[in-house]
């Protein structure tokens, strides 16, 4: 299986920040990627597919970058509601894989 | 879009459960579904996924031969049959919504997740 690793995996910010998120694979999986928001008791929310296609209704703060093996995920000013923690995950084979997540704190 | 997952319980070691997600809001035969979980203290790990005629499944390699992922589109229903559980298998079960109709893509809708323990 492809293993992706993010980092950091605890991340401490403050209201209007920028903030980038990494998320690498262990080997190219193209553009195959999409990052999730989540929060405690709720569902996973698809934020962004093919690496940087924003899914509908997702605020424009939030954009993904990358291709092969590095993917970047950045919210340009954090807003109150995107304390949370987020995870990447890969698509280039049927065995989907994803990373550890990391935690975004307040600071 | 709704998912409701439903069926986890507290169940000893060796035995089994049958996991269930009710659908709606969208076409259920459509898209392919699949079942992934969170165990205490872990990442996430895609377990089963089904095409959306259901002619199609796959496994991951922790479950095959012991789970079997199905579906009923005239109920809009996604089921995972779970024998011979092990401790490991103890998680947060998901049902999350493929983006088409083979699960090979990213998952554009979750449910909430539903409990399953495995403990004597």
């Known amino acids: 299986d492809i293993q992706m690793t993010q980092s950091p995996s605890t991340l401490s910010a403050s209201v209007g920040d920028r903030v980038t998120i990494t998320c690498r694979a262990s080997?190219?999986?193209?553009?195959?990627l999409a990052w999730y928001q989540e929060k405690p008791g709720k569902a996973p929310k698809l934020l962004i597919y093919k690496a940087s296609t924003l899914e509908t209704g997702v605020p424009s703060r939030f954009s993904g970058s990358g291709s092969g093996t590095e993917f970047t995920l950045t919210i340009s000013s954090l807003q109150p509601d995107d304390f949370a923690t987020y995870f990447c995950?890969?698509?280039?084979?049927?065995?989907?894989?994803f990373g550890q997540g990391t935690k975004l704190e307040i600071k | 879009v709704q998912l409701v997952e439903s069926g986890g319980d507290l169940v000893q070691p060796g035995g089994s459960l049958r996991l269930s997600c009710a659908a709606s809001g969208f076409s259920f035969s459509s898209f392919a579904m699949n079942w992934v979980r969170r165990a205490p203290g872990k990442g996430l790990e895609w377990v089963a996924g089904i095409s959306g005629s259901g002619s199609s499944t796959y496994y991951s390699d922790s479950v095959k031969g012991r789970f079997t992922i199905s579906r009923d589109n005239s109920e809009n229903t996604l089921f995972l049959q779970m024998n011979s559980l092990t401790v490991e298998d103890a998680a947060l079960y998901y049902c999350?919504?493929?983006?088409?109709?083979?699960?090979?893509?990213?998952?554009?809708?979750w449910g909430q997740g539903t409990l399953v323990t495995v403990s004597s």
């Open positions: 999350a919504k493929d983006s088409w109709e083979f699960p090979e893509y990213y998952f554009d809708c």
């Open positions: 080997q190219s999986i193209s553009r195959w």
């Open positions: 995950q890969q698509y280039n084979t049927y065995s989907r894989t």
